[in-house]
Nanobody
Framework: QVQLVESGGGLVQAGGSLRLSCAAS????????MGWFRRAPGKDREFVAGINRSGASTRYAGSAEGRFTISRDNAKNTVYLQMNTLKPEDTAVYYC?????????????????WGQGTQVTVSS
């Protein structure tokens, strides 16, 4: 098992940047594909970005492509989400998740471990 704790959320103006971190304890993150999801008020949870076990391969939702970067440091058991050029529509609770599958899935059903979430609010 792995326990995940997100940090780095906050309030930022449109056009600004934030870096989210996801620290893992228990089993090492190198055993998992890692993903970031988000849930905006009144909306379903959606995939944002994912990264494979080695960090060599990534996948992004269209809304994140070109603005967000997912990375991982397996030595530190930490996954990051660098978010640039933030927009008000990026406002959501962001969740880190771990998957035992070998591919980067965008369906939340494939992720068995979740953090508690961190709030990101982008003001216009």
């Amino acid at each position: 098992q792995v326990q995940l704790v997100e940090s780095g959320g906050g309030l930022v103006q449109a056009g600004g940047s934030l870096r989210l971190s996801c620290a893992a304890s228990g089993r090492t993150t190198s055993s998992y594909v890692m993903g970031w999801f988000r849930r905006a008020p009144g909306k379903d949870r959606e995939f944002v970005a994912g990264i494979n076990r080695s960090g060599a391969s990534t996948r992004y939702a269209g809304s994140a492509e070109g603005r967000f970067t997912i990375s991982r440091d397996n030595a530190k058991n930490t996954v990051y989400l660098q978010m640039n050029t933030l927009k008000p529509e990026d406002t959501a609770v962001y969740y880190c998740a771990a998957s035992s599958r070998v591919y980067i899935g965008s369906n939340s059903d494939g992720y068995g471990y979740w953090g508690q979430g961190t709030q990101v609010t982008v003001s216009s």
